[in-house]
C-alpha cells in the first residue's frame, strides 16, 4: 500500500478565545459551561468522552464512552466491568478522559484516580435505561469473543422471554465508575496554532491555574 499522506489537510481555529477572565476559580463549572456551548453548536454526541486507560504493565487502550453525571467529587461513567476498560482499572484504577468538540474548536483533558460507584447508584441509571439496552447489557459479556452475531442476538431473545415485561435485573458486573480529577486542561482553538490552553492542578487544597504554551 502506498502511504497515505495528509501533510496537507489542515484548517484554522478562529471561532474563540480562552483569557484567564474567562476562568471560573474550580474547573467543573467550566466544563458544565462548555459542554452546553457543544450541545448548542449542533455537536450530537457533547457528553462522548475518550476513555485512556492501562493495565499492570502500562499498556494503554482507549475508546470512547459517556459522560452521564458528574460534580465537583468527579465525572461518571457506567460500562460492564469484565470488559478491556473494566479489567485494566482493576489493575491500575487510574485513567485519563478527552473531550473534543469541533464546533466549538475546544478540548478538555482530565486526569486522575478511578473508582467503582456504589450499587445503588448502578441500579438507578440501570432502570432509567430503555429496555432494549438493559436487555443488551445483561446479554454481552463486553469485549469477550463470540461466534457470530447470531449468538449473540439469541442470548438477548432468551433474555426477552425470561423477562417479557423488560424488567431484567441488572447483572452486578454492570457498575458505575468516578474518575476523581487532579488535573484539568482547557484548550481552545485559535489562528495559526496559537491555541489557548490553561491547567487547573488540584494541590490537595484548591486549585491551582496555570497557562501553558501551545
Known sequence: MNQVDHRHTRRDYTRAELRRSDLSAEPTPLLARWLEDAREAGNPEHTAMTLATADADGQPSARIVLLKHFDAEGLCWYTDSRSHKGRDLAENPRAALLFYWPETERQVRIEGGVHALPGELADEYFAQRPAGSRMAAVASLQ??????????????????????????????????????PYLFEFWQGRASRLHDRFTYHHNGENWEITRLMP
Do not use: C, F
Open 143 to 180: 469485549s469477550h469473543p463470540v461466534d457470530n452475531r447470531d449468538a449473540l442476538e439469541q442470548r438477548v431473545t432468551e433474555l426477552e422471554r425470561q423477562y417479557p415485561d423488560g424488567n431484567v435485573p441488572r447483572d452486578p458486573a454492570w457498575i458505575g465508575y468516578r474518575l476523581t
